[in-house]
């Protein structure tokens, strides 16, 4: 199974977990990413997708 | 192992195929996406990671 942890970067590089176990991450129409875990949990944050690590389960979002 | 298949994804919603086996996906200094698949391939777009679906092993992206 390929999920992933979704943390937030801050402009220091600090690293908060936003939501564990996602699979989906898609923008919405008022500019916002929605996050859906495998367990259905959703969360919207404003933010934007800054990168991948995939290997380690990691998707790393910015503030917008 | 998760990797991903990272698409781009134009304003009709077609979607082409970039870059397979993707693990790394980050931004280059120059405002582009990096991309290091894990057999270490790289590619650079200018574009920004729009979305994911990792259930399905995919990233999209769309152009900048």
Known sequence: M???AVFMV??????DL???EVDLIE???D???RMVSIFG????VRARIKSTNLSEHKVFLSPM
Do not use: H, R
Request: proline content about 5%; hydrophobic content about 25%.
């Open 2 to 4: 390929c999920e992933a």
């Open 10 to 15: 801050d402009d220091s590089g600090k690293e």
């Open 18 to 20: 936003v939501l564990g």
């Open 27 to 29: 923008p919405t129409d």
């Open 31 to 33: 500019g916002q990413i």
């Open 41 to 44: 949990e959703q969360k919207l």
